[in-house]
């Protein structure tokens, strides 16, 4: 995100250092696993992607969406997640259209 004085809050949900969210004014909230963004909330709801990673980044998970079977069914695979929050991104004023390709590909685990 370029516009840092927009940041209102950076916090640990879980009292822990490798689960974060960033609210980004009014505009978006970003739930980061470790150093990769696994869920947001945007101008279109929440999204959450699929767990690609840890069982650590399961529960983080878990803790956004409540982790029940159908939290579950509704995460989005990896590759789909990106791609929408690098649209939320744009539509949020915190990236230009040029930037959408590098954003959607960023951080990809193996085999997404």
């Keep these: 995100m370029r516009d840092l004085d927009r940041i209102i809050s950076v916090y640990h949900p879980t009292n822990r250092p490798n689960y974060t969210e960033i609210v980004v004014g009014d505009l978006i909230s970003v ?4 150093q990769t963004v696994v869920a947001f909330w945007g ?3 929440r999204r959450v ?42 539509a949020c004023g915190l990236a ?15 085999g997404a």
């Design 31 to 34: 739930s980061v696993s470790y």
């Design 49 to 90: 992607c699929q767990n690609a990673w840890s069982t650590t980044t399961g529960k983080h998970l878990n803790h956004i969406d409540g982790g029940d079977k159908q939290a579950k069914a509704d995460r989005l695979p990896y590759n789909e997640f990106r791609r929408q929050y690098a649209a939320a991104l744009v």
């Design 96 to 110: 230009d259209a040029s930037q959408l390709r590098e954003l959607a590909e960023a951080d990809a685990p193996v």
């Design 43 to 45: 101008p279109n709801g």
